[in-house]
């Protein structure tokens, strides 16, 4: 034995490295085979998963967000389609009325959080109309998702409206002011939470430029600094039926996602009596477009069809817009003024069509691109300007 010690020390400092390296390498291999996000990546398959956002309210546990998201590795496309909390679900055998209650009974009956995460997995399957198997899960409550946007270094949003909200039962008090801000995890929670006039169409909304800031985040050099730590806390604080390998595995892979390959939708559907009910005929176009049919044969439309709308209050803007964009090739069919002023212009790729969008986006120089499919409204994309506007300058130097 002290033979075996002694001809160890007396190995070169390049040696012990040499082995150091071959030995990481090595356990690096077979955690790589047997993950099955490494092997999906390696196999070109898509990876569909549910990340699910807890609250603490009334001493039960309801999912407050709830997103479904695809990854297309061939691709390298992110798909993201969001579903509204107060979504109608009332499956045979419970006395469901919304989506969010499936987790608070599951988890209040079964006191099993991998239990109730499996269960609102179904429940959302049965949403996407059993299109799709959903077999990964990540369920986070607001502590964790603090402690997590902390160590990425907190998030720049830019805030386009004034959002105020107190609630001295719940201890809840949001405000803010619009203008870019600097937002920390305790921050950053209150804007993800805030419903506002839009309800829970609007906080989808906030919800998913918060992503498109966090992706774009994950590239700077305090996300890499910090990446031991968050994933401490990803390992100790959040529910989920990945493993170590696969989380390192899935941030390796989204830091090369370039953000026009991320696709921001929402569950289609209209607002009734206080619930969200899903529209099944735009549902299933909205499946079709993130989940084609091997068979399907893909048609590109000869003319886009687009409306316009002023929301920046300046005069013969939307007309300015409309002649910009048939020149270009486009048939716009409607447009005027918006009923009520933004500061960001919004284009609204209604059919799926992410890059026919992105294109209008290019021309007008603004504008962000979110997917709302619905294909009963006979528009393709659907374009309201705002005060960023920059054709607004040009207007008011013509006027």
């Known amino acids: 034995m002290k033979k075996l010690f002694s001809s160890i020390l007396k190995l070169k400092f390049d040696h012990i490295i040499l082995f150091a390296i071959v030995f990481l390498v090595s356990i690096s291999l077979y955690l790589s085979w047997k993950s099955p996000v490494a092997k999906a990546l390696r196999d070109g398959r898509r990876i569909n998963g549910l990340i699910i956002g807890t609250d603490w309210v009334d001493y039960a546990r309801h999912s407050d967000t709830l997103i479904f998201v695809s990854y297309d590795p061939i691709r390298r496309f992110l798909d993201i389609i969001s579903i509204p909390r107060d979504t109608k679900f009332s499956p045979q055998g419970y006395n469901f009325r919304r989506i969010n209650e499936v987790y608070a009974y599951h988890f209040r009956t079964k006191k099993n959080h991998q239990i109730a995460s499996r269960e609102v997995c179904n429940s959302v399957e049965s949403l996407l109309l059993n299109r799709v198997k959903i077999p990964l899960y990540m369920q986070i409550n607001y502590s964790s998702f603090k402690k ?114 991320l696709r921001l939708s929402q ?48 005069s013969k803007l939307a007309e300015n ?33 992410l890059e026919a969008a992105q294109r209008i986006s290019n021309i007008l120089e603004c504008g962000e691109v979110i997917t709302r499919y619905d294909e009963k409204r006979f528009i393709d994309i659907s374009v309201i300007l705002g005060e960023d506007c920059k054709i607004i300058t040009n207007t008011k130097t013509q006027n």
């Open 321 to 353: 817009v409309v002649w910009i964009l048939r020149h270009h090739g486009y048939d716009v069919i409607d447009w005027g003024n918006f009923s009520v002023r933004q500061k960001k212009t919004i284009i609204k790729d209604l059919t799926g069509d």
């Open 148 to 261: 997590l946007i902390d160590l990425i270094g907190g998030l720049t949003i830019d805030i386009d409206e004034p959002m105020h909200y107190d609630d001295k039962a719940g201890k809840l008090h949001i405000h803010f002011e619009t203008g870019k801000q600097h937002l920390d995890g305790e921050k950053a929670l209150d804007y993800v939470r805030y419903r506002g006039r839009a309800g829970d169409v609007g906080r989808i909304f906030r919800q998913q430029r918060f992503i498109r800031a966090m992706l774009s985040s994950w590239k700077n050099l305090f996300f890499m600094w910090n990446l031991p730590k968050i994933i401490i806390i990803a390992v100790k604080e959040i529910n989920t039926n990945l493993s170590l390998w696969d989380m390192l595995v899935i941030i390796s892979e989204l830091k090369e996602i370039n953000v026009k390959n």
């Open 267 to 314: 569950l289609p559907g209209e607002s009734k009596r206080g619930y969200w009910e899903p529209d099944i005929e735009n549902c299933e176009g909205l499946m079709n477009t993130v989940l084609p049919q091997k068979d399907a044969i893909e048609s590109k439309k000869s003319r886009i069809r687009i409306e316009v709308w002023n929301a920046a209050g300046v």
